[in-house]
């Protein structure tokens, strides 16, 4: 393969990632496209997911964190972020076309076939399904049900100003799962967990989205980043202080304590300085405080943690 052949970074990668550093060349497109080489998209999955299971851990002492379940939801967590992200390349490849943070990307640029990456897409479904079928029916059912919502979700920017509210009933799916691979069912706490977790997403995926405002506005995509305008500060503070008060209902609804409540502060702290100092005209500002949930979710399930062992 000759140099102006080989696969080139993605724009919207960091540069000399581990993809790009120890992939294989025939690989590295295909990586890209299942984004692991921006690992922060499958922590942000995998992390409600250990809030369920903190949850039902609170609730249940005596059963304990459920850490062989944490494992398998991982690796369900970056099979099916990649597969949502090869399918979300798919459908949108001629608009990441115009956009120029995504033009880089495996399907536009030409590094992989739109009849290769379904392939490819088929292939992490299978894996994640192997994953799935490991916990109860109820949960098998709920997960497989989820996958209306990931499939739907790339047409939302076509049709409404509200894509990432789509975007949370999908990416949020994991509290319901870590809850029922507990229990075989649902209950409030995990309810509370889901609504508070898709606020979170809403505001976490406006402020990306911020990056795109001037392409997307050209080529007629909606966002709430464009509807809320120069309110979205603001606006990403309500879902934000929404998500933490629905949070702490469902951990309180679930037994805990003051542990969690003093705990779970770091995380209130971490969105309160997302929004403080966010500047969607510097670069990079935008995606460093978008990249700062996933200690989010460390704090989260951190501050559950402490309160299910004391």
Same mark, same amino acid.
């Given at each position: 393969?000759?140099?102006?052949?080989?696969?080139?970074?993605?724009?919207? %990668?960091?540069?000399?990632?581990?993809?790009?550093?120890?992939?294989?060349? #025939?690989?590295?497109?295909?990586?890209?496209?299942?984004?692991?080489?921006?690992?922060?998209?499958?922590?942000?999955?995998?992390?409600?997911?250990?809030?369920?299971?903190?949850?039902?851990?609170?609730?249940?002492?005596?059963?304990?964190?459920?850490?062989? %379940?944490?494992?398998?939801?991982?690796?369900? $967590?970056?099979?099916?972020?990649?597969?949502?992200?090869?399918?979300?390349?798919?459908?949108?490849?001629?608009?990441?076309?115009?956009?120029?943070?995504?033009?880089?990307?495996?399907?536009?640029?030409?590094?992989? @076939?739109?009849?290769?990456?379904?392939?490819?897409? /088929?292939?992490?479904?299978?894996?994640?399904?192997?994953?799935?079928?490991?916990?109860?029916?109820? @949960?098998?059912?709920?997960?497989?049900?989820?996958?209306?919502?990931?499939?739907?979700?790339?047409?939302?920017?076509?049709?409404? #100003? #509200?894509?990432?509210?789509?975007?949370?009933?999908?990416?949020?799916?994991?509290?319901?799962?870590? #809850?029922?691979?507990?229990?075989?069912?649902?209950?409030?706490? $995990?309810?509370?967990?889901?609504?508070?977790?898709?606020?979170?997403?809403?505001?976490?995926?406006?402020?990306?989205?911020?990056?795109?405002?001037?392409?997307?506005?050209?080529?007629? /995509?909606?966002?709430? *980043?464009?509807?809320?305008?120069?309110? *979205?500060?603001?606006?990403?503070?309500?879902?934000?202080? $929404? %998500?933490?008060?629905?949070?702490?209902?469902?951990?309180?609804?679930?037994?805990?304590?003051?542990?969690?409540?003093?705990?779970?502060? /770091?995380?209130?702290?971490?969105?309160?300085?997302?929004?403080? @100092?966010?500047?969607?005209?510097?670069?990079?500002?935008?995606?460093?405080?978008?990249?700062?949930?996933?200690?989010?979710?460390?704090?989260?399930?951190? %501050?559950?943690? $402490?309160?299910?062992?004391?």
């Amino acid at each position: 393969m000759s140099d102006a052949n080989q696969p080139q970074s993605v724009a919207d %990668a960091q540069s000399g990632n581990w993809v790009d550093r120890y992939f294989p060349d #025939w690989l590295k497109p295909y990586a890209r496209l299942a984004r692991w080489d921006r690992p922060i998209g499958f922590w942000l999955l995998f992390w409600p997911c250990t809030w369920g299971l903190g949850l039902a851990a609170i609730a249940k002492p005596e059963r304990g964190f459920d850490f062989p %379940a944490a494992i398998m939801m991982l690796i369900g $967590a970056v099979l099916m972020r990649g597969a949502g992200c090869t399918f979300n390349d798919i459908v949108d490849r001629d608009i990441d076309m115009q956009v120029a943070r995504t033009r880089s990307r495996p399907i536009p640029s030409g590094a992989v @076939t739109s009849r290769d990456a379904l392939a490819f897409l /088929v292939a992490q479904a299978l894996l994640a399904s192997v994953v799935l079928f490991q916990f109860n029916r109820f @949960t098998v059912l709920a997960g497989v049900a989820s996958l209306v919502l990931v499939a739907i979700y790339p047409f939302m920017k076509r049709i409404t #100003w #509200w894509p990432q509210l789509f975007l949370g009933l999908a990416f949020s799916y994991g509290a319901l799962v870590g #809850w029922s691979s507990q229990s075989a069912g649902l209950a409030m706490p $995990a309810l509370l967990a889901y609504f508070g977790t898709i606020l979170w997403v809403i505001g976490y995926d406006t402020i990306y989205a911020l990056q795109d405002v001037e392409d997307d506005a050209l080529i007629g /995509v909606k966002s709430t *980043a464009l509807l809320f305008g120069s309110k *979205a500060r603001l606006i990403v503070s309500g879902f934000y202080a $929404a %998500a933490y008060v629905l949070w702490l209902a469902a951990a309180t609804l679930a037994g805990a304590g003051i542990v969690f409540a003093v705990f779970s502060l /770091v995380a209130a702290g971490l969105l309160a300085w997302q929004v403080q @100092t966010l500047d969607a005209e510097v670069e990079g500002n935008a995606l460093a405080r978008f990249k700062s949930n996933h200690y989010v979710g460390i704090a989260l399930v951190l %501050a559950m943690l $402490a309160d299910w062992v004391w």
